[in-house]
């Protein structure tokens, strides 16, 4: 299981390297998109201890893990920021939860568990690592913009050299 703290540090990373803004609404958007889908954890769980709900729909990555769940995740967070950064912070918990146990991506239609089982020990620790390491990169492109030093046009070929 991926800690929800690595979860909001992949959707920054990935926000910052996609959207780059200067407001802070993309990354808030963001970071609430990718915690928001472990909260049938909190929710479910009391309701399927209690007998009100029993399905594999009401359990962990079931319904909030879902492309439904996705997009009524993104619908409710799309008046607070951009869209793009909700879709981008919902899409990098559901494949970071893919690859630590699966999850139940077509769940009201199927019920099919797609993922694979990876050390989840190992997948926080690597995935931690690679989104701070885009999150201070991305930063630092920021503020110094290393994109002027790039060349602007393309490089002429080499047979244009022999003209």
């Not at 802070?24 to 399927?48: G, K, S």
């Not at 009100?52 to 619908?75: E, K």
């Amino acid at each position: 299981m991926v800690a929800t703290g690595v979860h909001i540090l992949v959707g920054l990373a990935l926000v910052v390297l996609v959207v780059r803004s200067d407001r802070p609404e993309p990354y808030l958007v963001a970071a609430l998109a990718a915690a928001v889908p472990d909260i049938d954890t909190f929710v479910f769980r009391p309701l399927i201890e209690l007998g009100y709900v029993s399905s594999l729909l009401w359990s962990h990555r079931g319904l909030t893990h879902s492309l439904l769940g996705g997009v009524v995740i993104v619908a409710l967070l799309s008046p607070f920021g951009p869209w793009r950064a909700a879709a981008v912070g919902f899409g990098s918990h559901v494949v970071l939860d893919t690859l630590s146990g699966g999850v139940r991506l077509f769940a009201p239609v199927d019920q099919t568990l797609y993922g694979i089982s990876l050390d989840w020990l190992l997948l926080n620790a690597i995935t931690s690592v690679l989104a701070i390491t885009m999150i201070l990169g991305g930063l630092l492109d920021m503020k110094y913009d290393f994109g002027r030093w790039l060349p602007r046009r393309f490089p002429t070929p080499s047979l244009e050299w022999f003209r």
